[in-house]
């Protein structure tokens, strides 16, 4: 039978091959790095303090020709007259003479409270906090606000006061952390209008110290870092589709049924064309709310795949040949990749699938939720801590496999032994690269957290965030393809030596073994066969 094109392809056409994916995948970084701007922008916002007296529901505007009446600071002689429930703070997005696109995919916003610290209204520890929000939208000046979601939400409010509560700290400001507020997957309007109060009476908001301002933080993505973000998946997308219906086709046309390992890389080439999927370019037309949990969806299935793949791939080569091609031989492997991924599903339905009818909602509103939410992530982190473990060890045993093998190769004839010492070779190399690639990401993530978001070289602005993303995407997208291309079966046909094979393997076994396979159960490449462990009856 033929082999597989890793096996077939010349040494001088494999390295032009590793170059041509080498080039691509600095071409990858390089968008990021030079192209793109930074991934997301942080916009502050002060809220405007509007007088609402009547407490009705209009909409209070905190700038422009209608805005609000409205008082600076709370020590103002006319705020000593109000009533708490008689102020409304407003936050028009965007700034003034700018406005919003869908470009922007998302947006996301937490609150930051200035609290002054009053011996006679101290805070509390760990307070709640409740927020009456609403929310609306125009698209243009002179339209009218039309509301787009209401909701009376609760925060842990955590501060602190690092010096000592005297009368001589009066008016310094507690230190406290950001709370989420809101956050929407679809930005299909320009403008958008945030109206919300602090109600008070004898149970609600007390304890909450003297709050004399609210910042919102608005966060969304760059609509250059949109663009190519967009036009690298329509790249990506038809490149990798093609490639795994070529795949398959090749597959399809062999006189075998395909084997597990040949499935699951087709496997992991549909997950990949389905996170290529470029959606985004519909979402700019449409009000799609749900695209952040779509997206997140779209990474779950490629790293589920590319996890199952990594597991399979390793024990094809490591087990008997009795209990090759069966998929329950991975049972807790592959239930562990599926438990972890159904438990951060559940999370992400938890929160982005609720924020479909309310985006204020968060499940780190409270200290029950948040204890929830902690509980799953560490033990969907255990399922993938053991899962790795698995997997480095059964890395472990096809190395150590594959040296007993060498071993054998100084009594083959001269040719033999060259052929399988290429073959062995090369399926090393394939192993280090994967290796490689799974280093790699974990890399950019730590370098991502404690860098700076660009760096300046002779001239030039790197966007290190940017470049991670596109070249830790664009890495994904070409390991696939390399997987794909290289384990595709080749044309080449050379009848002597695959029937050299058929009738004497590495371990010089009789015929009459277990160990010599059938046409049927012959795998995609020659490592497959010898990598294998001997039967026993």
Sequence with gaps: MAGAIIETMSTKKLLLFGFFVLLFQVFSIMVGALIAPSPTSAIRYLATKCINRHR?????????SNRCQQVHSFDEPLAKTLDPNDIVFAVH??????????????ILAVLQFDIAFKVINQMEDDVIITIDARLAYRDDMMSDWTTKFHSVEQRLLRCIFAIPKTYENEGRFYHCDSIPFVEMGSVAHKYFLINLRLPVNDTVNVGIGEIKDIHLVGIHQNGGFTKVWISMKTVFSPWIFVATAWYWHRISLMARPPVL???VIFALGIAMTFLNLPVEWLSLGFEW????LFEDAQQGAFYSALFCFWIIFCGEHLMDQSQRNHLSAYWWQVGLVLFGSSILLIFDLSERGVHLSNPFYTVWASE????VAVSFIIVAGISVCLYFVSLCHMVCCVFRNIGGKIQQLPSMPEARRLRYKGIIFRFKFLMLVTLACAAMTVIFVLLNQVSEGHWHLAGYILQVHSAFITGIYGMWNLYVFTIIFLYAPSHKYNSNKSGDFQHTDMTKKPENQETQLTYGQQGPTEAYRITGKVAEK
């Design 289 to 292: 709310p749900w695209m952040l």
């Design 261 to 263: 390992l040949e499935k």
């Design 368 to 371: 029950f939720g948040s204890k």
């Design 56 to 64: 009705t529901r209009i909409w209070l505007m905190p700038w422009g």
């Design 93 to 106: 997005v965007p700034l003034p003479n700018r406005e919003m696109s869908p470009w922007f995919q998302y």
